[in-house]
T-cell receptor, first 116, second 117 residues
């Protein structure tokens, strides 16, 4: 069974631009969540989707948005990029939401975003 | 809000030794789940072990075991017979059972574990 696939692996953008990251979950998994990892703040929850609905969102500005498609694939978008958005963005999937079932998350390799 | 604290930023041990990574958490919830994840240089987060708060028995996965002390809100990870491949960042994580939407996993800052040959 293929793991969680994130594309692209690396991305360099300029301040003010927007970016879209993609995540394909493990087959059969319907819950997808996104995390931002930075040296200073560590791992922070962005949002979670289940069956195409956003269940919850972390403490991030509205420039960060996401969506989930009927095949469970998910995308996250960051508009008007700032230098501080440089980070590793991790996507994770599980069959059911973790807070409901305690299902462990299966992570992808992440997308390294650099904003210059 | 829940918090997870890992007080050891970095640890180094010799191969084959046993090492214990510390984790404490703060929550007012009674039902929750705790995890240890490993992140090697490849960046992929890998689940090491999982503990359900309502279970008193400590979880064990091969060389990995936890010491879960619910009253003390402590969740340490013990790695026995450490191997070079255990070198990685280790993150302790928490999620409360809510059934209606939680704030995802709350992670500690991590412990960089180095296994020396």
């Amino acid at each position: 069974k293929a793991g969680v696939t994130q594309t692209p692996r690396y991305l360099i953008k300029t301040r003010g631009q927007q970016v879209t990251l993609s995540c394909s979950p493990i087959s059969g998994h319907r819950s997808v969540s996104w995390y931002q990892q930075t040296p200073g703040q560590g791992l922070q929850f962005l949002f979670e989707y289940f069956s195409e609905t956003q269940r919850n969102k972390g403490n991030f500005p509205g420039r960060f948005s996401g969506r989930q498609f009927s095949n469970s694939r998910s995308e996250m978008n960051v508009s008007t990029l700032e230098l501080g958005d440089s980070a590793l963005y991790l996507c994770a999937s599980s069959f059911l939401p973790g807070d409901v079932s305690g299902s462990p998350l299966h992570f992808g390799n992440g997308t390294r975003l650099t904003v210059t | 809000a829940q918090t997870v604290t890992q007080s050891q930023p970095e640890m180094s041990v010799q191969e084959a030794e046993t090492v214990t990574l510390s984790c404490t958490y703060d929550t007012s919830e009674n039902n929750y789940y705790l995890f240890w994840y490993k992140q090697p240089p490849s960046r992929q987060m890998i689940l090491v072990i999982r503990q359900e708060a309502y279970k008193q028995q400590n979880a064990t996965e091969n060389r990995f075991s936890v010491n879960f002390q619910k009253a003390a809100k402590s969740f340490s990870l013990k790695i026995s017979d450490s191997q070079l491949g255990d070198t990685a960042m280790y993150f302790c994580a928490f999620t409360a059972y809510s059934g209606g939407g939680a704030d995802g996993l709350t992670f500690g800052k991590g412990t960089h574990l180095i296994i020396q040959p």
